[in-house]
């Protein structure tokens, strides 16, 4: 599957029109904003700006939480109808149907606020202008979402509405007693299990402010010089290429926190490196669309669906960051072998970077940056709070970008009077970057919101334990089978509806099957995870490796094989955590407080069959050991991976003894070459 071009022009670049073809790509994800100017442009960055400053109140002032959860989702859906058009012929203006459905959602969430706790105790009994207003707000919400993120959204969405009013006309285990209207409106509306429910509380309290955070990284200049570190890092060996590519993509993940950015960011200033080394097109896309996926699954910030993970089992975001090390770690490790492979069976050239600073230079520089991108961590170990870390590490990457010119937030000039003061904070870094954390959330928030309603849902119908059943019917009860079609539904889901998205649905109708055949709740919710990333690099929704096709100008598809190639080791991971409990050693236990009784030998143990296994597949995926395998070295070592995935010690025996088969055929070939000689 593997395609390496031959050698590529002297100075190949990235040309305007590719990077404005990926961008398209950015904004199916993103959805396709307008660029507003004049006072409009200056109306909307405001109201951007008061949503960031409210959050960070909150962050640190105790807001009820039948007040921020609805606050949150009016700023959201006014900025939504402001910044998102209706059509793409409308694009980069406002209209007046824009400006109403604003309007209309900040009156469905004063209507909320006014009513106080009255209007939460009678949600079982909703009157007229309840319904009234409950109706309004998920058209507003359908809406919204298809700007921000497309149809397919929001037509899940009405599914399970549907499927609320419905269900006593499906068939078997599918049917439930139908809801009426003003039930289901009281459900979704009026109470904290719907719309403002699991996933708007952590959109409201943690992802936007990681959101902010990553502004606050990017307009002081993290992105860039994590790109310059890896730059300075990896230059000089055949290798070098593939690696930059690996440790920016990991670096970078805090800044970006979204996938397909990353492979954009990256790929607009990595590609025309990778076309040196001897990547052909779609090998360099596919590769740059894996480092991509690496930044949703990579510690500090991970993906906005991770915060959900720690809400959903009310667990620490210290906790979840502790069970993604391992799993980051091995699929990094999967990259990397991947790249050393790529270069020593293709004779990739070597690659050295002209006029990138010394390593020593820039560390001494811009240092502060990895200070600013480790803090969450550190305050998190001290005590704080998942919110207090992420504020308290926005405030330290604000302050540390004044220690050198080049970053520094507010211009050094406005300080010394030497530019208007009120123009300067309104031009500044600051203030852009307030108003990119609030924006940035836009698509996120709204899909939170949409999937409040599948939520309540699914916990007013009993849809989920309902589902399970059917799954664990369907594998008679066989964990591997249970698994194998949990993957196969969270994977098809993926396909259709973003990360975010896709995890929510799944952890609510899928999780409880593998947690019924004794998996621990934490380790399924990992799973669905890992498997909701796959829509990152999978199609028809492949958004990734189809922006890095467009940068690379090669073929979408096959570009998406390509990225399937580079990830395949890794994702094979999520199944040890479920298959045997010892698998969920990877996991590191699932719990921070639990570590200092952790089997830290087993722990040692399940990692190194993974690692072992991870080789495995990469050398039998990529057709390469020491030298070009043979078919049979090949199914040898693809076998030897699969087993070495399962975590028991017959597996094991069974792996290692596969493995070294295959180096012992590569060796004995070797040797009757040289014999030849």
């Not at 640190?60 to 921020?68: H, N």
């Not at 669309?289 to 809400?311: H, R, Y």
């Not at 600013?372 to 550190?378: P, R």
């Not at 990992?526 to 909701?532: L, R, S, V």
Request: some cysteine; charged content about 15%.
């Amino acid at each position: 599957m593997s395609e390496i071009a031959g050698r590529a022009p002297a100075e190949p670049v990235v040309d305007a029109e590719a990077l404005k073809k990926a961008e398209e790509y950015i904004e199916q994800e993103e959805g396709a904003s307008n660029k507003l100017r004049g006072p409009l442009g200056a109306f909307v960055a405001a109201v951007a700006v008061v949503m960031s400053v409210f959050h960070l109140y909150t962050a640190y002032a105790i807001v009820p939480t039948q007040t921020l959860r609805p606050v949150h989702v009016g700023f959201v859906l006014f900025l939504v109808y402001l910044v998102f058009p209706v059509s793409k012929r409308y694009r980069h203006r406002i209209m007046w149907w824009d400006w109403v459905a604003a309007l209309a959602g900040v009156a469905v969430i004063a209507y909320v606020l006014n009513g106080g706790d009255d209007f939460w105790d009678r949600n079982t009994l909703p009157d007229d202008w309840d319904i009234v207003f409950g109706i309004a707000f998920v058209m507003l919400i359908l809406e919204g979402m298809r700007r921000a993120s497309g149809w397919v959204m929001p037509a899940v969405v009405i599914a399970f509405i549907l499927y609320a009013f419905f269900g006593e006309y499906l068939p078997g285990s599918w049917a439930h007693r139908s809801y009426e209207t003003g039930r289901l409106v009281g459900h979704l509306y009026m109470t904290l299990e719907g719309i403002f429910g699991v996933a708007v509380d952590v959109s409201s309290s943690l992802i936007i402010l990681f959101t902010i955070f990553g502004a606050f990284l990017q307009f002081s200049g993290a992105g860039k010089f994590f790109i310059d570190f890896s730059f300075s890092a990896m230059g000089g060996k055949s290798t070098s290429a593939g690696r930059t590519v690996v440790l920016a993509s990991f670096l970078l993940g805090g800044p970006s926190g979204s996938g397909v950015a990353t492979t954009v960011t990256l790929g607009s200033v990595a590609y025309p490196m990778l076309v040196k080394a001897g990547y052909g097109k779609n090998a360099a896309g596919g590769l740059l669309a894996a480092g991509g996926l690496g930044a949703i699954i990579s510690p500090p910030v991970l993906g906005a669906a991770a915060f959900l993970i720690a809400e959903f089992l009310k667990i620490s975001y210290l906790d979840v960051l502790l069970m993604a090390t391992i799993p980051t770690l091995l699929y990094y490790f999967a990259l990397f072998l991947m790249v050393e492979i790529d270069a020593r069976k293709f004779g990739m050239s070597e690659v050295r970077f002209a006029n990138v600073e010394s390593l020593w230079s820039l560390t001494r520089k811009y240092w502060f940056h990895f200070l600013s991108l480790v803090s969450i961590i550190a305050f998190m170990l001290y005590g704080y709070s998942p919110v207090l870390s992420v504020f308290w590490a926005t405030v330290t990457a604000f302050l540390a970008s004044f220690l050198h010119r080049d970053t520094a937030l507010f211009s050094y000039d406005l300080f010394r009077g030497r530019e208007p003061f009120v123009k300067g904070i309104f031009q500044s870094k600051f203030f852009k970057a307030l108003e990119a954390g609030s924006i940035g959330v836009l698509n996120v928030a709204v899909i939170c919101a949409g999937a409040g309603i599948i939520v309540g849902v699914v916990t007013l119908t009993g849809l989920g334990l309902k589902f399970s059943a059917i799954i664990i019917d369907y594998a008679e009860g066989s964990l591997l089978l249970t698994a194998i079609y949990t993957s196969l539904i969270v994977w098809v889901v993926g396909l259709a509806v973003p990360v975010t998205a896709s995890y929510i649905i799944c952890a609510v109708i899928a999780a409880p099957a593998l947690i019924k055949l004794g998996v621990p709740d934490f380790a399924a919710h990992m799973f669905i995870f890992y498997y909701a990333v796959l829509s990152e690099v999978s199609p028809p929704t492949a958004l990734s490796p189809f922006a890095a096709a467009a940068i690379t100008g090669g073929d979408p598809y096959r570009t998406t094989l390509q990225s399937w190639k580079y990830t395949m080791p890794a994702f094979l991971v999520p199944f040890m955590f479920v298959l045997d409990p010892a698998g969920t050693g990877l996991l590191l236990t699932g719990s921070i407080k639990t570590l200092g009784g952790a089997d830290w030998g087993s722990i040692a143990l399940v990692t190194i069959t993974a690692a072992i296994g991870i080789a495995a597949l990469a050398g039998g995926v990529q057709g390469w050991l020491l030298k070009r395998t043979t078919w049979v070295e090949q199914g040898m070592l693809i076998a030897a991976g699969l087993a070495l995935v399962y975590p028991k010690a017959l597996f094991d025996i069974i792996g290692i003894v596969l493995i070294a088969l295959a180096f012992g055929l590569q060796l004995l070939r070797r040797d009757q070459a040289h014999a030849k000689a």
